[in-house]
C-alpha cells in the first residue's frame, strides 16, 4: 500500500480533477462512540415510538405525529446540530447526517423530521439575530414547538423566487402584513412556527419572515391525499393579513431566495444521506422474505435472479452510505478551517456547506434514486406480496418516491451540479486543459498510489473522470456559454458524475479497510466494490454515449469519441454472477444486509 498522504484541502467538486488517497476520506466505521451511542438512540426511540404504529401515523391520527416528535426532543434527538447554549446537543454536520440516516427507515416520520430539524429550523440557526436565535431555538430544539418551511406556492416550485405572497409594511412601520398562498407544506397542520418566504412590496427578491402561529391570520386546507408518506402532514397554508413584527424579518430584506437556496443546499444532502437506514431495512426484510418462501420446493433465494436483487441492493447501499459519509465529514472539515480562519461559527458551517453543494446535489439524486431502485426491488421479490399493503414492501415503494421531487426535484439538482462544475472551471478554480492534458500523457499524478488489490478498479475510476472531462470539454466546445440550453447533455454528464463520485467513495473506503484490518476481512467489502463500479461504468458509458449522440452529427467524429469512451469505460469483472452470488450468499446467511455498523 503507497505512503499515506497528508490530506490536502478538499475542495467541492474536486474528486473530478484530483485522485485523493484513501486516507483522505471519513468511512462510516470511524464513527467515534459518542456517534454510535446517538446513532443507537436514535434506531431504539424509532423501533420503539414509531415501527410498532406505522399504521396509526398513515391514517394521520389526529395529535399522534406531534407527540412523537415530541418525545424525539425529549431524547435531544430534534438538536443534534444546534449549539448546546440554545438547548441542542451541539453536534458535528456528519452526526447530524447520521441520524439522517437511522431516521430514513421510518416513511412519514422520516419527513416530519426533516422538516423540522432541517428546513423549519436551520433557516433560524444560521441566519437569525441572537435575539431571535434565543427565543426560538431551544423550543424547536426541545420538541415544545414545531416548526414547517413555507416556500412552495401554486405557481411557483422550481422557480421559487417567482413566490407571490406578498409583505407590506405597515404605516407604523411596527410590523408586515403578509397576504399569500403557499403549498405543499409539511407540517403544516401541527406546526407553531412557520419560515415564510414573501416578497415585500415589488421587490426584485424574496425576503424571510419567522412566523408564529398565534400571530394569526393563517388559514389552511385539508390535508393532501398523497401517494405515499400519507402521515405527513402536508397541506396548502393561507396567510390572510397575518401580522407579523418587524423583528421577525430573518437576516436582510431580500435575502430570502439566498436563505432558501443554501438551507436546501443542507437540506438535501440530509435527505440524500437519510435514505441509507431505509435501504437497509427493505434489503433485511427482502432476504428475509427470500429466505422463508418456497417455490418449486426450494427456498427463493437461492435462485440467482433474485439473489442478483439482494446483491444489487447491498451494493447500492454500501455506496450511497460511502458517498454521504465521505461528504459530510468533508464539510465538517471545511468548517474547521474556516472557524481558524476567523469566520463566525454561523459563516462557518454556511460556508462549509456551500463549498460542497455539488456532492450535496450529487448525494440528494443518488440516494433517492437508490432508495427507489432498492424499493422497486424489494417489491419484486416480494412478488404479489410485493403489492399487497398486508407486507412491508406497498409502503416502502410508495413513501420512496416523494424524495425525488422535494427539496429541489432531481432534474434541477442535476442541472445545477453540472452548471456549478462548469462555474468552477470558468473561474479558473479548476483547470481543465490541465486535467485532460495530464489524462492524455499518461503520466502519474503526485496523488496517485497503489491500490493492490484493487489497483484495476482505482484504474477504472480515474478512466471514468478521464471521460466524464472529456464529455465536459466537448460540450463546452459546442455549446459555450449556451451549454444551460442543453439540459439533455446536463443530465448525462450529472450520471457521469455522480457515479464517479460514489464509485471512488465505495474504492477509497474498502482501501482503508484493507488497510486497517487486511484484505481477508474486508472480502465482502471488496465484492460490494467491485459490482458498484460495474454498474456505475456501464451506467457512465450508456451516459456518454447518449451525451455525445446529442451533441454530434457528423458520424466520423461520433465513432471516434465514442471509440475513446469504449477504452475509457472498458473495466469488467471477470464474474459479475460470482460477485453477486458472494454477496447475496452472506446475506442469506445472516437473514440481513451483509454488514452492521452500529450495534
Ligand atoms: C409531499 C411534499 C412535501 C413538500 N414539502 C414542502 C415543504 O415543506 N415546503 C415547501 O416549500 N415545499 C414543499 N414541497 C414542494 C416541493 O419542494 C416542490 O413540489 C418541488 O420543488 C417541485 O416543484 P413543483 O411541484 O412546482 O414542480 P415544477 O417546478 O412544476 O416541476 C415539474 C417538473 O418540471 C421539471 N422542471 C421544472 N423546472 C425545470 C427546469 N428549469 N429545467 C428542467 N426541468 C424543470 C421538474 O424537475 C419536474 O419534473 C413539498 C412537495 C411535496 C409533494
Not at 397554508?237 to 439566498?258: A, I, W, Y
Not at 403489492?387 to 426535484?409: L, N, V, W
Not at 432534474?411 to 478554480?429: D, F, S
Amino acid at each position: 500500500m503507497g505512503k499515506a498522504l497528508e490530506k490536502n484541502i478538499v475542495k467541492g467538486g474536486g474528486f473530478l480533477f484530483n485522485h485523493p488517497h484513501f486516507t483522505e476520506i471519513f468511512i462510516p466505521e470511524e464513527f467515534n462512540d459518542e456517534q454510535k451511542m446517538m446513532a443507537k438512540a436514535t434506531q431504539d426511540f424509532i423501533d420503539k415510538e414509531v415501527f410498532p404504529i406505522v399504521n396509526r401515523i398513515d391514517a394521520l391520527e389526529e395529535g399522534l405525529m406531534p407527540s412523537i416528535m415530541s418525545k424525539a426532543g425529549e431524547l435531544g434527538l430534534l438538536g443534534v446540530c444546534i449549539p448546546e447554549k440554545y438547548g441542542g446537543l451541539g453536534m458535528s454536520f456528519n452526526t447530524g447526517m447520521l441520524i439522517a440516516d437511522i431516521v430514513a427507515s421510518t416513511g412519514s416520520f422520516t419527513t416530519a423530521f426533516g422538516a423540522h430539524t432541517g428546513i423549519g429550523t436551520l433557516p433560524i440557526l444560521y441566519y437569525g439575530d441572537n435575539t431571535q436565535k434565543e427565543k426560538y431555538l431551544p423550543r424547536l430544539s426541545s420538541g415544545e414547538w414545531k416548526a414547517c418551511y413555507c416556500l412552495t406556492e401554486p405557481d411557483s416550485g422550481s422557480d421559487a423566487n417567482a413566490a407571490k405572497t406578498k409583505a407590506i409594511l405597515s404605516e407604523d412601520q411596527q410590523h408586515y402584513l403578509i397576504n399569500g398562498q403557499k403549498m405543499w407544506i409539511s407540517n403544516a397542520g401541527f406546526a407553531d412556527l412557520f419560515i415564510v418566504f414573501a416578497k415585500i412590496e415589488n421587490d426584485k427578491n424574496l425576503t424571510a419572515f419567522i412566523i408564529e402561529k398565534s400571530f394569526g391570520g393563517i388559514t389552511m386546507n385539508e390535508e393532501e391525499r398523497k401517494m405515499g408518506i400519507k402521515g405527513s402532514s402536508t397541506r396548502q397554508v393561507f396567510f390572510n393579513d397575518t401580522k407579523v413584527p418587524v423583528e421577525n424579518m430573518l437576516s436582510s430584506r431580500q435575502n430570502g431566495f439566498k436563505i432558501a437556496v443554501n438551507i436546501l443546499n443542507i437540506g438535501r444532502i440530509k435527505l440524500g444521506c437519510g435514505v441509507i437506514n431505509a435501504c437497509k431495512q427493505i434489503a433485511n426484510q427482502s432476504t428475509q422474505y427470500a429466505n422463508d418462501r418456497k417455490q418449486f420446493g426450494l427456498s427463493i433465494s437461492s435462485f440467482g435472479a433474485i439473489k442478483q436483487k439482494l446483491s444489487q441492493m447491498a451494493s447500492k447501499t454500501f455506496g450511497i452510505e460511502s458517498a454521504s459519509y465521505r461528504a459530510g465529514q468533508d464539510i465538517d472539515d471545511q468548517v474547521h478551517i474556516l472557524l481558524e480562519q476567523g469566520y463566525s461559527e454561523d459563516e462557518a458551517k454556511l460556508k462549509g456547506v456551500e463549498e460542497f453543494a455539488i456532492e450535496a446535489a450529487i448525494i440528494k439524486v443518488h440516494g433517492s434514486d437508490v432508495l427507489n431502485e432498492i424499493a422497486d426491488q424489494g417489491v419484486q421479490v416480494y412478488g404479489g406480496m410485493g403489492f399487497s399493503e398486508e407486507a412491508p414492501m406497498a409502503r416502502a415503494y410508495r413513501d420512496a418516491r416523494i424524495a425525488k421531487i422535494y427539496e429541489g426535484t432531481n432534474e434541477i439538482n442535476r442541472i445545477l451540479l453540472v452548471e456549478m462544475i462548469i462555474k468552477k472551471i470558468a473561474k479558473g478554480i479548476f483547470n481543465l486543459n490541465d486535467e485532460l492534458d495530464f489524462f492524455n500523457t499518461g503520466m502519474i499524478h503526485e496523488g496517485s498510489f497503489d491500490a493492490a488489490p484493487l489497483s484495476k478498479e482505482y484504474k477504472a475510476i480515474k478512466d471514468l473522470k478521464k471521460a466524464t472531462l472529456m464529455i465536459v470539454s466537448k460540450a463546452l466546445n459546442s455549446f459555450g456559454t449556451k451549454i444551460n440550453e442543453e439540459q439533455e447533455v446536463l443530465i448525462n454528464i450529472s450520471e457521469m458524475v455522480i457515479e464517479t463520485y460514489v464509485a471512488e467513495s465505495t474504492l477509497l473506503r474498502t482501501l482503508k479497510l484493507i488497510n486497517q484490518s487486511g484484505a481477508a476481512s474486508a472480502e465482502l467489502f471488496i465484492n460490494l466494490t467491485k459490482l458498484y463500479l460495474y454498474n456505475a461504468v456501464r451506467k457512465s458509458k450508456n451516459a456518454g454515449y447518449e451525451a455525445l449522440a446529442c451533441m454530434i452529427d457528423e458520424d466520423k467524429e461520433l465513432d471516434s469519441l465514442l471509440t475513446v469512451m469504449n477504452k475509457l469505460t472498458a473495466y469488467h469483472h471477470e464474474s459479475t454472477t460470482k460477485l453477486s452470488r458472494n454477496i447475496a450468499d452472506e446475506m442469506i446467511l445472516q437473514n440481513k444486509f451483509p454488514y452492521t455498523l452500529y450495534s
